[in-house]
């Protein structure tokens, strides 16, 4: 058993004496006795871990050897940074920044070919900001959906009923986690096995699902993951518009109004739109199974419908405060200015740290511990 370095490709990127540990490796899968020394450390090496990395999948948590491993950790150090990345969100952000990007070449296109008689905002706001947001209704459904299925699994967790992929390492498990339960003071030493498989399902639902769901952010998304979705969307465009504005000879005002709504649409604008879609989409799901379609079409209606008013006076906001028509316009700029700073903090309101529910339940499994422990000692 051991841990294998980790060197990239790219040598300045290459931090030394960066190790990983993966337990299918590192622990040996056909020699039953350095299997067994393997497990019997287990505990000891994951205390050593700074970050436990999940790559979930629909079965990960119905699993007996990463569940025993998540809450060994979990134990021992409560404290441990925890890193879940879903399967499915891979889908998720392929088909998401797909239809961002195919509504961003629609609105390129609709630049060369413009009609006359047709108001080019209210186009622009049809394709950039409500079509994008009713379709990304359909993926955050799955999202939601994918969330759930993960709370259910903690919920539902039982030793007995967890999958194991070698059925033999069962009891050689199942007799570790006995041991752990009885070591730590979780269970009396006189408990049955029984009893201290009982105490560890308990433990397992208590002490992983706050995790599990600090994992997810607030309101479903994680700010970074939000930003990933948004950048086609809002990033890309942008180089169009930079580079007209230098064949423009575009004012100083102008380049410098361009640039700070830029930022604001990708770290606001855009994570703010998706959040919104994210918690009417989980509002919907709550409505009883045979209205629940019906209750999703409106939820998106509405969202793309509040994005794109939003989106629509923010470009009128932003041509007034830097157009080339106008000259220096405080009223303008200081109303501009006044908008992002809104922004900002109505994102860091949603997106923000807010997770002393977890903290407080780690505190008091920690406390609890504590407890039982000093009970078993005496």
Excluded at 72 to 95: C, E, F, G, N
Excluded at 158 to 170: H, M, P, Y
Excluded at 253 to 272: E, T
Excluded at 342 to 348: D, I, Q
Aim: proline content about 3%; hydrophobic content about 50%; some cysteine.
């Amino acid at each position: 058993m051991g841990a294998h370095e980790v060197r990239l490709p790219i040598p300045w990127l290459h931090r030394p004496r960066q190790t990983c540990f993966l337990d299918k490796v590192c622990i040996h899968q056909t020699d039953e006795e350095k299997k067994k020394q393997g497990i019997a450390g287990l505990a000891a090496l994951l205390c050593a871990s700074d970050e436990i990395l999940l790559m979930h999948s629909d079965v990960y948590l119905r699993r007996l050897w990463t569940v025993y491993e998540l809450a060994t950790v979990l134990v021992l150090k409560p404290k441990v940074r925890l890193t879940l990345w879903p399967l499915d969100l891979a889908l998720v952000a392929l088909i998401g920044n797909s239809l961002l990007l195919a509504f961003v070449v629609l609105e390129l296109l609709q630049k060369l070919f413009w009609v006359e008689g047709i108001t080019l905002e209210a186009t622009r706001t049809l394709m950039f900001a409500f079509a994008p947001q009713l379709l990304w209704t359909i993926v955050c459904r799955h999202w939601e959906r994918t969330q759930r299925r993960l709370k259910d699994d903690v919920h539902n967790f039982s030793v007995k009923q967890a999958v194991c992929a070698v059925e033999s390492d069962r009891v050689l498990v199942e007799s570790n986690v006995v041991a752990f339960m009885r070591g730590q003071g979780m269970v009396k030493p006189c408990a049955s096995d029984d009893e201290a498989l009982n105490a560890f399902d308990a433990l397992v639902r208590k002490r992983l699902l706050p995790k599990v769901l600090s994992c997810f952010g607030t309101n479903g998304l994680q700010y970074k993951t939000a930003l990933f979705f948004c950048f086609s969307a809002t990033v890309l465009p942008r180089f169009d518009h930079f580079a007209q504005n230098a064949v423009d000879d575009a004012s100083l005002q102008h380049i410098v109004v361009g640039a700070v709504s830029s930022a604001a649409l990708f770290f606001c604008g855009g994570p703010l739109a998706l959040a919104l879609t994210c918690k009417l989409t989980r509002l919907s799901l709550d409505v009883a199974s045979v209205w629940e379609p019906v209750a999703s079409l409106g939820m998106g209606l509405l969202s793309g419908s509040v994005t794109s008013v939003g989106y629509l006076l923010w470009r009128l906001l932003t041509e007034a405060a830097g157009s080339h028509d106008y000259k220096f316009n405080p009223t303008f700029v200081a109303l501009h200015s006044s908008m992002t700073c809104l922004a900002a903090l109505l994102t860091y309101w949603v997106y923000g740290p807010r997770s002393g529910v977890a903290e407080e339940v780690g505190d008091l499994d920690s406390g609890e511990l504590s407890a039982n422990a000093a009970e078993h000692a005496r």
